[in-house]
Nanobody, 121 residues
Framework: QVQLVESGGGLVQAGGSLRLACAAS????????MGWFRQAPGKEREFVVS????????YYADSVKGRFTISKDNAKNTVYLQMNSLKPEDTAVYYC??????????????WGQGTQVTVSS
């Protein structure tokens, strides 16, 4: 089992930046592929970005490509999401997720509680 805790959300003006963090605890002796997802009010949860177990491979949703950057610090068991050039449509609750097996785009075993990101226009 692994527990995930997100932090770093908040209110920012359009064009601004935020850095989210997701700290893992528990079975951190294993390496995990990690993902970030978001859910806006009235909408389904959507994929944002993922990073492989080693941190070498990343995959971004088109909507955030070039603006968001995912990184991983395995020594700290933490994954980060740097969000730049934020837009009002980025407003959502952001969730991190983890798995230690091969899976589909949204196929994760462990989920955090989410952190709110609000971008004002």
């Amino acid at each position: 089992q692994v527990q995930l805790v997100e932090s770093g959300g908040g209110l920012v003006q359009a064009g601004g930046s935020l850095r989210l963090a997701c700290a893992a605890s528990g079975r951190t002796d294993r390496s995990y592929a990690m993902g970030w997802f978001r859910q806006a009010p009235g909408k389904e949860r959507e994929f944002v970005v993922s990073i492989s177990r080693t941190g070498v491979n990343t995959y971004y949703a088109d909507s955030v490509k070039g603006r968001f950057t995912i990184s991983k610090d395995n020594a700290k068991n933490t994954v980060y999401l740097q969000m730049n050039s934020l837009k009002p449509e980025d407003t959502a609750v952001y969730y991190c997720a983890a798995r230690n097996r091969v899976g589909g785009l949204s196929d994760y075993d462990y989920w955090g509680q989410g952190t709110q990101v609000t971008v004002s226009s």
